[in-house]
């Protein structure tokens, strides 16, 4: 071999020695940024498999059913404080409603199983009230334009204040009065009568328009009272003993259906076994009297 042809072979294994020594440096270059990343960041951890025996643990809402959630959704109650006024209010006229439609619901069923006679009777009772009303209006529209046409209003003022007079004796049982009515007896064997009963008889009478009223021998006025005595009754501390007569002045046609209505004084009375009597008169008698009384602190105000 020559001198050129070594130099030849050398030089190219010189030159093949420095480019596997270049792609040895750029390989190990080109590692070491992985190698640098591969320190900084954790290790990967797999996440582990579900066993055999594990079950995977359930949320809270999860495990709830729908009828558990709606319930728990709705109570306890979260109302702000116009929420429970609003709620109270309501609650209170609900209540209101309710009683007023079971009021009118007895009133009904009362009225319903009433006989077409005695519904009928109630209706002219009722027309009988709005008569008398209309009378005494009247009545006070003529006295006024007599004071105002009078020629001698002083005399016509005497007049009626004389009459007036005599009227509010009768209210006031200071005199006697007569007029046509009825006479009512209440026969209690059984002794079962008491006080409450014959005040609402009076009551009903009232309304019904009687204009005096005595009781065995007691005259009936305005702060008449009566008390349950044993086995009897007492009006304003006189013991009555039965049978209770009633002379009652007033128009008899309105008197006695007042008496008689479904569910009236009669049939409560005779529901305790008490026998009752009703006679119309074209003249009744009351001449029991009572004392006028001096009132203690009341004057009249023209004094």
């Known amino acids: 071999m020559s001198d050129n042809q070594h130099s030849d072979s050398e030089h190219h294994e010189h030159a093949h020695h420095e480019h596997a020594h270049h792609e040895h440096a750029h390989g190990e270059h080109a590692a070491r940024p992985g190698n640098q990343l591969r320190k900084e960041l954790p290790a990967e951890v797999p996440a582990p498999a579900p066993g055999a025996g594990q079950r995977p643990v359930?949320?809270?809402?999860?495990?709830?059913?729908?009828?558990?959630?709606?319930?728990?959704?709705?109570?306890?109650?979260?109302?702000?404080?116009?929420?429970?006024?609003?709620?109270?209010?309501?609650?209170?006229?609900?209540?209101?409603?309710?009683?007023?439609?079971?009021?009118?619901?007895?009133?009904?069923s009362a009225l319903r199983g009433a006989r077409q006679e005695d519904l009928v009777r109630i209706l002219d009772e009722l027309d009988s009230r709005t008569q008398r009303l209309e009378d005494e209006r009247q009545g006070l529209e003529k006295q006024r334009s007599e004071l105002q046409s009078s020629s001698d209003q002083a005399a016509e003022a005497r007049k009626q204040t004389a009459e007036k007079e005599r009227q509010l004796g009768i209210l006031a049982g200071t005199v006697a009065a007569q007029g046509p009515g009825i006479t009512m007896t209440i026969e209690d064997t059984k002794g079962t009568v008491q006080s409450d009963?014959?005040?609402?008889?009076?009551?009903?009478?009232?309304?019904?328009?009687?204009?005096?009223?005595?009781?065995?021998?007691?005259?009936?006025?305005?702060?008449?009272?009566?008390?349950?005595?044993g086995k009897s009754v007492s009006v304003d501390g006189n013991k009555i003993n039965a049978p209770y007569r009633f002379k009652v002045i007033g128009k008899p046609q309105d008197l006695e259906p007042a008496l008689n209505i479904p569910g009236g004084v009669v049939q409560t009375?005779?529901?305790?076994?008490?026998?009752?009597?009703?006679?119309?008169?074209?003249?009744i008698v009351v001449d029991a009297l009572r004392q006028a009384k001096q009132p203690d602190y009341a004057r009249s105000s023209s004094q």
């Open 197 to 229: 009963m014959l005040l609402d008889t009076i009551q009903e009478l009232r309304a019904a328009g009687a204009e005096a009223i005595q009781v065995n021998g007691v005259r009936v006025v305005a702060n008449t009272y009566f008390a349950d005595a």
């Open 58 to 108: 359930p949320r809270p809402e999860e495990s709830l059913t729908g009828r558990q959630r709606l319930v728990k959704g709705l109570w306890p109650p979260r109302l702000t404080r116009p929420q429970l006024i609003v709620a109270l209010l309501l609650f209170g006229l609900g209540f209101g409603l309710a009683v007023q439609v079971a009021s009118n619901s007895d009133t009904d």
């Open 269 to 283: 009375l005779e529901k305790e076994q008490a026998t009752v009597s009703v006679a119309q008169s074209g003249k």
